[in-house]
């Protein structure tokens, strides 16, 4: 099993700044892929940002030179950074954990961006 705490959400003003933490029960070198989805009301849930196990990352488009994902390897965390963020990033944003073919889901944090 593969739980998964975030942390970091809230409110933001646009063009600022948030990191989003996502802590993992079990070493993050024993995943596939981890990564971050977002999903705001009425939508579907999206993919922003995803790193494989080999550091490859890759990046929804609409956020792609704002986002960051990277990882902390030695305390099993995986962040989002997010940077000039824009009203259109409102959403609940999730981690996920990939293994084998089985998916593991954060508990959701939402993010709010608004003056």
């Known amino acids: 099993q593969v739980h998964l705490v975030e942390s970091g959400g809230g409110l933001v003003q646009p063009g600022g700044s948030l990191r989003l933490s996502c802590a993992s029960s079990?070493?993050?070198?024993?995943?596939?892929?981890m990564g971050w989805y977002r999903q705001a009301p009425g939508k579907q849930r999206d993919l922003v940002a995803k790193i494989t196990l080999g550091g490859i990352t890759s990046y929804a488009d609409s956020v792609k030179g704002r986002f960051t994902i990277y990882r902390d390897n030695l305390s099993n965390e995986v962040y989002l950074q997010m940077m000039d963020v824009k009203p259109e990033d409102t959403a609940v944003y999730y981690c996920n954990a990939k293994i084998f073919r089985h998916d593991y889901w954060g508990q959701g944090t939402q993010v709010t961006v608004s003056s």
């Open positions: 079990v070493n993050i070198l024993d995943l596939d892929s």
